[in-house]
C-alpha cells in the first residue's frame, strides 16, 4: 500500500479544521470569549452535530425493525461512543497512521494458523483496521488489507482489489484466509465471492454491513452509496447471483453483527443475512462495533479453532 488518496484528503480536513478553529478564536476572543469557543468547538466537532441527527433518524426508523429498541439512554450511549471512536479513526489512524503496520510476508511454515483478510468501509482506508492488525500480529498471525479506491467509486471497480488481497493472504499460509469485513466491505467481499466463487474462504465476517442496504442509502449521490439502497438493484442482483452459485445454506458460511445503535447501517437488521450466524450487540453504533471486545474475540474464535470450518468454501 504505497498511497491513499483517503489519507491525504483526511490529513488536509484536519489541518484545516484546527488551522480554522485557531484563527476563528484569536479573532473573536477580543470581541466576544463565548463565540470565539463555540466557534472553535463547532469546527473541530461539528460532527457530533450529524451523528447525534443520524442516532435520532436512525432510532425513528428502526421502530418497525424487529431487532429490539434502543432506549433513549441507549441512544445517548451509543451517541457518545461514536463521538469518540470517530475522532480516533478519522481524525488520527487513517489519516496519519494508515500505513502502519504494514501486511505481514510471512513465509508458509511460520503460522499455524490461517490469514485474514481485512476490508474496510465507506470512506475508510487500512487505517480503520489498526487494532486488529496490533491484536494479530502479537499472535503472530499474518493478515493482508485493502485500500478501497477511488473512495467513491462502483464497488464491483474494488474487486480486482480484493481478489489480490484474498491471493497474498492464502500465499502466506497456504490455506484458505478468514475476510473481516465492515460495512461497506462486506458487499465488496460478496460481489468478489459471487465473481470467484472457485477461490475458497474459511468465512466471512461481517461487521455492520448493508445486506440488503441502509435507509441513510436513498440521499446518496456516489456511485457505492447508490448501490447500498435498501431495494436497490445492485443488492437484488447479487442476492440472484449468491443463490444460483450456492442454491441451499447461501450464506451458512457468514458470521454478520449488528446492533440497535447503529445509526449508519439501519434499520438494524439490514445488517444480518438470512441463514447467517447473525449476533446482535445492543446500543453499539456503527465504527465502535468494529472493535467490541465480544466482535473481536469471537470473530477471531473462528481462527483459534485451528480446524477446517464447515462452512468453508471449497473450490468447485
Same mark, same amino acid.
Given at each position: ?90 481524525? !488520527? ?35 480503520? !483496521? ?103 438493484? !445492485? ?82
Amino acid at each position: 500500500m504505497r498511497h491513499s488518496a483517503l489519507a491525504r484528503l483526511q490529513q488536509a480536513m484536519v489541518l484545516a479544521a484546527l488551522v480554522f478553529a485557531m484563527v476563528w478564536a484569536v479573532v473573536w476572543w477580543s470581541r466576544s470569549p463565548l463565540v470565539a469557543l463555540v466557534g472553535a468547538a463547532l469546527a473541530l466537532g461539528g460532527y457530533a452535530v450529524v451523528l447525534a441527527f443520524e442516532g435520532v433518524m436512525s432510532t425513528w426508523v428502526n421502530r418497525g425493525d424487529p431487532t429490539p429498541r434502543l432506549s433513549f439512554g441507549g441512544a445517548v450511549g451509543a451517541w457518545w461512543q461514536e463521538v469518540r471512536m470517530g475522532l480516533k479513526v478519522f481524525a !488520527w489512524r487513517q489519516p496519519f497512521r494508515w500505513a502502519n503496520l504494514p501486511d505481514d510476508v510471512v513465509r508458509p511454515a511460520t503460522s499455524a494458523s490461517p490469514a485474514v483478510v481485512f476490508v474496510h468501509g465507506f470512506v475508510c482506508n487500512r487505517g480503520f !483496521w489498526l487494532p486488529w492488525m496490533r491484536r494479530l500480529r502479537a499472535q503472530g498471525i499474518p493478515y493482508t488489507s485493502v485500500n478501497l479506491e477511488p473512495v467513491f467509486g462502483d464497488i464491483d471497480d474494488y474487486l480486482p482489489l480484493m481478489s489480490d488481497a484474498v491471493r497474498r493472504a492464502h500465499a502466506l499460509t497456504g490455506r484458505p484466509p478468514l475476510l473481516v469485513c465492515h460495512s461497506m466491505g462486506g458487499l465488496v467481499a460478496r460481489a468478489w465471492a459471487a465473481m470467484e466463487p472457485e477461490v475458497p474462504v474459511l468465512g466471512m465476517v461481517t461487521i455492520g454491513s448493508p445486506h440488503r442496504g441502509t435507509w441513510l442509502g436513498r440521499f446518496s449521490r456516489v456511485a457505492n452509496g447508490r448501490q447500498m439502497r435498501v431495494g436497490g438493484d !445492485w443488492l437484488g442482483a447479487l442476492f440472484a447471483r449468491e443463490a444460483q452459485i450456492r442454491p441451499t445454506q447461501t450464506y451458512g458460511h457468514f458470521l454478520c453483527w449488528y446492533s440497535n445503535g447503529d445509526s449508519i447501517v439501519f434499520p438494524a437488521s439490514t445488517a444480518t443475512l438470512p441463514g447467517a450466524d447473525n449476533r446482535h450487540v445492543p446500543g453499539v453504533p456503527h465504527v465502535a462495533l468494529a472493535f467490541h471486545p465480544r466482535v473481536m474475540d469471537e470473530s477471531l474464535a473462528v481462527l483459534a479453532s485451528g480446524v477446517r470450518s464447515p462452512s468453508e468454501r471449497t473450490a468447485s
